[in-house]
């Protein structure tokens, strides 16, 4: 059956190509001041239509809160006392920002030395088409009780699923659940996701006069609000690079998977000669502490500016945290650091934008053991376990909910695909790999439950 089943799944990888293409094509994102919000019904009536395809009998497109819409479904299987999981993926994607950046057209899938290009290749539309396949290579043949969920505003952060969750949890239930918007350490090398860590942003204002005025006849003198915000700015790291947030920890330490700094320095494209920051390893600094990064500030562009002091002027923050620490406490303590960082009396406001949750899975229970043999034996290689950067809220909102299910987050994704970034793509041997270590979870899983 093991044989069978790698045989099947890489014979599905042609239609996997001419599906993402399909996909990809589909420019779902869900911001409509930046695209059309057809694009995202179009995505998500496509998602419907393939799992009815494939022995879904309640496939429904379901409204969330945020306006946005759920692709959900359930498919049991012949035994009803086998356990059920429930498939996650999402249908929108990033902007493609630059479009000039990307070495080949974003809503086009196009193959570049072996690995396909476009947005949301990797994330999450890949992941969509590595179910498709795991279903496929199983037809009938599927030994636990099927769920899905596929949304389409998960980029954009407003929290449509998670509420909707919360308010019909019986849609969700689950034994297991495969949240697949993650990936592995490098290409091939097989890796879960156990942590999560959370963030919180804010928008810091700063102001300090009533107009522009000019930069000959008062600076000096006058407090510009750029310059405020620029040395309140450089208050949140200490000379070494690390996060210096007052009443945050700073000193956690990474206990799983290491990544190596010279892999680390090629999968973030580091310039020659810049230096990685912090004093920890680069599993700390990623997984373990906190991290403080400036999303956008407001400033006059350097072409068109003019001789003047600014009155006001506004820095967009995201603060990622680790598991251990609470978001309001760590709101609460940078917003407090960057009120008694001002200089010189000027004003300061904060604005809370958005909050989450770290998360911290078990990874003790017999979905794990068998999800762990499964991406062994289609890698070929030991699974690993990693830490994310990044924060995914509904992974709280089900833990809280289903606190007996066991949370599993992997995916196609790994450092190369560049999510979120120009020039995103996949690993096609990726999709192939993780699609056969889920069918081959769904049989092991099945056989260890009692």
């Known amino acids: 059956m093991s044989a069978d ?13 001419d599906e993402l293409t399909e996909l990809i094509a589909l420019r779902s994102v869900a911001d409509p001041r930046q695209f059309p919000p057809e694009g995202c019904e179009r995505a998500a009536a ?28 359930s498919r049991p299987c012949a035994d009803p006392a086998a356990p059920t999981v429930l498939l996650y993926a999402h249908y929108d994607v990033q902007p493609p920002l630059d479009d000039a950046a990307w070495r080949t057209p974003p809503f086009e899938l196009h193959e570049v030395d072996g690995r396909w290009y476009g947005r949301g290749a990797a994330d999450c539309k890949g992941n969509i088409l590595m179910h498709l396949v795991a279903l496929r290579s199983l037809g009938a043949d599927i030994p636990v009780n099927l769920r ?43 890796a879960a996701t156990i942590s999560l860590r959370g963030m919180v942003n804010v928008i810091v204002t700063v102001e300090s006069l009533t107009s522009e005025i000019h930069s000959g006849m008062f600076g000096g003198p006058v407090p510009d609000a750029l310059a405020a915000l620029v040395k309140i700015l450089a208050s949140l790291r200490d000379d070494a690079g690390n996060t210096v947030v007052d009443g945050l920890d700073r000193t956690g330490t990474w206990t799983g998977e290491s990544y190596p700094p010279d892999q680390f320095r090629a999968d973030a494209a580091l310039l020659e000669g810049v230096e990685l920051i912090g004093d920890g390893s680069v599993s700390d600094m990623l997984w373990a502490r906190p991290a403080l990064t400036v999303l956008g500030l407001d400033a006059a562009p350097v072409l068109g500016s003019t001789a003047a002091l600014l009155p006001r002027t506004a ?12 978001p309001e406490a760590a709101r609460d303590a940078l917003v407090a650091h960057l009120v008694a960082a001002a200089p010189w009396g000027v004003r300061v406001s904060v604005e809370t934008e958005a909050m989450g949750a770290p998360f911290l899975a078990d990874s003790t229970g017999p979905a794990y053991r068998a999800f762990t043999w499964a991406m062994g034996e289609a890698f070929g290689v030991p699974m690993t376990t990693l830490g994310q950067g990044g924060s995914i809220p509904l992974c709280n909102v089900f833990a809280d909910l289903y606190p007996q299910a066991e949370i599993i987050l992997m995916g196609v994704e790994e450092p190369l695909a560049l999510i979120h970034a120009p020039n995103e793509s996949v690993d096609p041997h990726e999709i192939e790999r993780c699609a056969l270590a889920e069918a081959y979870f769904f049989q092991r899983y099945a056989a260890l439950r009692p």
Do not use: Y
């Open 315 to 326: 820095a967009r923050l995201n603060l990622r945290i680790p598991p251990g620490t609470d």
């Open 46 to 73: 496509w998602v419907r239509d393939k799992f009815l395809a494939e022995g879904f009998d309640d496939v429904r497109l379901e409204l969330t809160p945020d306006g946005s819409q759920a692709v959900v479904g």
């Open 5 to 17: 089943l790698r045989e099947r799944s890489h014979a599905l990888m042609g239609t996997v190509r």
């Open 148 to 190: 899905l969920v596929v949304e389409g505003s998960e980029e954009a952060g407003t929290g449509g699923l998670e509420a909707l969750v919360a308010a019909r949890p019986d849609l969700f239930r689950a034994d297991a659940i495969l949240v697949c918007d993650t990936g592995n350490a490098a290409v091939g090398k097989p």
